[in-house]
C-alpha cells in the first residue's frame, strides 16, 4: 500500500476517481486498491481520531466527517463555533449518511467554481457542496482514512454497454435509409458515447418512431410495386432493423439497473441533444414559412419534417428514466406535443383545424 501511494504520488495521479472513470478504466482508483488489499489482508480500516468540520462558499452550510458517517448541515446561523455539537444543535436541518451506504466520496476540481465536495448514494442520488479552498486540504485528509468504508459501485455489464453500443450505431446507419436524418443520427450518437438508460429509452422510442415514418412513406409509394425495385427491398430491409433495434433497445432499457450509469450528464445530454434537434428545426421550417403559418401549411410542415415530433418523442422517453415527479410531467407534456404533431401531420386533425 505504502508504495502504491508513492508511486500516484510522484505521478501526481489522483487517489479518488468519479464513478463514470472508474467505471471505464483498465485499472482501480488507489482508494479501491487500498481497500480491496485491506479485505484481502483482513485489516480493518482505522477511522477518524475526531470528527472533521469543512465549510461551504455558501454561508450556513458545513459538512462534518465522522468516523462512520458525514453530516450536511443547512442554516446555521453566523459566527457559530465551528464545534460539532454546537454546529449541529444550531443547524436549521442537516443530513446524516453513512459510508457503507455511499458509492463516490470526494472532492472535484471544477473547471469553474471552485473545489466541490460530492457524495454519491448507492441509488444513484448526489449531494455536493462547493468547498472553501481553505479546507480542502483538512477535507482530502479526512477521505484519505474514511474511503475505505465506502461501498462498492454497482459494476457495469460489458456485454450491456456494448450492445447499446452497437444498436445506437445501427439506428443512425438505418435512420438514413429511411429518409429521416437528424433525429436518428443525434440519438444514435449520443447513445454510442454514453449508453445510459436515458439514451438507450430514447435510442428505442426514435427507431419505433422511424418504423412508423417507414411504414408512411412505403405505403405512399405503394406496397404493390414495391417488391419489384431493389430500393423497396432496402427500405423493407431497414424497417425491420428498426423494429430490432427499438425493441432490443427499449429491452435493454429495462434491463439495465436504476443507478447504473446514470449521472446528471447521462440525464442531460440526451434531452439537451435532441431539445437542440427540435429547436433549430422549428426555427429554420418558421423562418421559410409564409407570414400567414395557416393549418395547411402546419400539415405539409410536419408531414414533410418527421424529425419535428420524432424529437419531442426521444425527449419524452429519456425523461421517463428520471425517478422524479417534475421529469416524469415535462415527460408527459413532450409525449403529447410529439403525439399532437404526428397528428397533425397524418392529417387526423386537419378538419379540425381548417376550421379553425
Known amino acids: 500500500m505504502r508504495a502504491l501511494v508513492k508511486l500516484h504520488t510522484l505521478g501526481r495521479v489522483p487517489r479518488r476517481w468519479g464513478l463514470d472513470l472508474e467505471r471505464s478504466a483498465t485499472h482501480p482508483s488507489l482508494a479501491r486498491r487500498i481497500q480491496a488489499i485491506r479485505e484481502t489482508a483482513g485489516i480493518e480500516p482505522a477511522g477518524l481520531a475526531s470528527p472533521t468540520v469543512v465549510a461551504s462558499r455558501t454561508p450556513g452550510t458545513f459538512a462534518i466527517l465522522e468516523a462512520d458517517r458525514i453530516l450536511w448541515l443547512d442554516g446555521v446561523p453566523a459566527e457559530t463555533p465551528l464545534d460539532v455539537t454546537t454546529l449541529r444543535e444550531r443547524a436549521a436541518s442537516y443530513r446524516a449518511g453513512r459510508y457503507s451506504e455511499l458509492v463516490d466520496l470526494r472532492v472535484k476540481a471544477g473547471i469553474v467554481g471552485g473545489p466541490t465536495l460530492v457524495a454519491t448514494e448507492r441509488a444513484g442520488r448526489s449531494q455536493t457542496m462547493p468547498l472553501r479552498d481553505a479546507d480542502v486540504a483538512a477535507a482530502q485528509a479526512a477521505l484519505d482514512v474514511v474511503d475505505l468504508k465506502l461501498a462498492r459501485a454497482p459494476a457495469t455489464r460489458p456485454t450491456l454497454v456494448l450492445l447499446g453500443r452497437a444498436l445506437s450505431a445501427l439506428l443512425m446507419l438505418l435512420g438514413v435509409s429511411t429518409d429521416v436524418h437528424l433525429s436518428p443520427i443525434i440519438a444514435g450518437l449520443i447513445g454510442f458515447i454514453r449508453p445510459s438508460r436515458a439514451a438507450l429509452a430514447m435510442v428505442g422510442a426514435v427507431a419505433a418512431g422511424g418504423v412508423v415514418v417507414g411504414v408512411e412513406r412505403v405505403r405512399a409509394f405503394g406496397w404493390s410495386h414495391l417488391g419489384a425495385l431493389t ?99 415535462c415527460g408527459v407534456a413532450a409525449l403529447a406535443a410529439s403525439f399532437l404533431l404526428y397528428a397533425v401531420g397524418a392529417g387526423w386533425l386537419g378538419g379540425w383545424l381548417l376550421a379553425r
Open 231 to 329: 430500393y423497396g427491398w432496402v427500405q423493407l430491409a431497414a424497417l425491420a432493423g428498426l423494429c430490432a433495434v427499438g425493441g432490443v433497445a427499449l429491452w435493454l432499457t429495462f434491463r439495465r439497473r436504476r443507478g447504473e450509469l446514470e449521472s446528471r450528464v447521462d440525464v442531460f445530454l440526451p434531452v439537451a441533444g435532441l431539445g437542440v434537434v427540435m429547436i433549430a428545426i422549428w426555427a429554420v421550417l418558421l423562418r421559410r414559412a409564409p407570414m400567414e403559418f395557416g393549418a395547411v401549411v402546419l400539415a405539409m410542415t410536419v408531414r414533410a419534417q418527421p424529425d419535428t415530433w420524432l424529437a419531442p418523442l426521444g425527449i419524452a422517453a429519456a425523461l421517463f428514466t428520471i425517478r422524479h415527479r417534475a421529469a416524469r410531467l
